[in-house]
């Protein structure tokens, strides 16, 4: 479907139409109840919608008559083509389904980021496990050992600030791991069920939620109303409560002093961990800045 064909819609069609699209490509299913739980619609202009998106493309779904839902289609070709930011976005945030074109936003801005290369398809076969609960077999470049094929039963996306990683139990080593999006160079479904220990409720790292003080540095700031104000702080404390799992990516990316006499020196360091207690246990402190669990930074 061409830029001019989606045009020729009204934005409401567009973006009822990519949300089918996004779900299909996505999840791997779509029910006549989700575009009325998302769009406000009857049930009958639901229909109209999946009819409409099967008349553009017949391939891309089948209706499965046992369980009653629209399947994605094994010849399955998006109709929207967004970037790889969007989509994220939309997995974890869930707007802005029909703005694939180039429209302009209302101010001028730029980005400092580098360029992420994320394969969406590869990306689909991931979210549509997590939707399944079912396990993955991938094909992954680690810094260690290179490329390997390993099997994995992801769970959760993560943001870690700088990039975006798959959480789950690896069957390889026994553990549960992130594994970073850009990294994986092919994936399938794989059939079988999942053991118990492979499920999130067993990733003692993601379950637990750590609250951390933060506060301004006493050595490197001069003026900390400044670092009050820019935070939000409240009695010159900001506290963000986050999973283990998470603790050190947020702690890198932020440049947090965890040193017990907060020591670390450069302007980048504006905050500093005041309740350093809180990461008793935390599994990936190698992250954290200065932190070290013998005490000695």
Known sequence: MSSESLLSLTQAQRDRLAFVDLRLRFVGEIRRQDLVARFGVQMAAATRDLAQYKELAAG??????????????????????FPAERVLTWLSEGYGDGGGLQWKGVV???????????????????????????????????????????????FALADSGLRWQVRGFDRRSGEFRDFVLGRLEDARILPGLVAAHEKSEQDIQWARITELELVP???????PDTIEAEYGMEGGVLKVCVRAAMTGYLLRHWNVDC??????????????????????GVANLILAPGYNASGKE
């Open 217 to 223: 540095h006493p050595a490197n700031v001069q003026h």
């Open 60 to 81: 891309n779904l089948e209706y499965d008559t046992r369980s009653k839902v629209y399947v994605r289609g094994k010849w399955f070709r998006p109709l929207f083509d």
């Open 108 to 154: 001028s801005w730029e980005g400092a980021s580098l360029p992420g290369r994320i394969n969406l398809e590869l990306l689909s076969v991931l979210t549509r496990a997590i939707h399944q609960g079912s396990a993955v077999e991938i094909s992954y470049r680690a810094l260690s050992s290179g490329r390997t094929t390993r099997e994995i039963v992801p």
């Open 259 to 280: 040193t017990e006499d907060h020591s670390l020196k450069g302007g980048e360091h504006h905050l500093w961990l005041r309740n350093r207690q809180a990461l008793y």
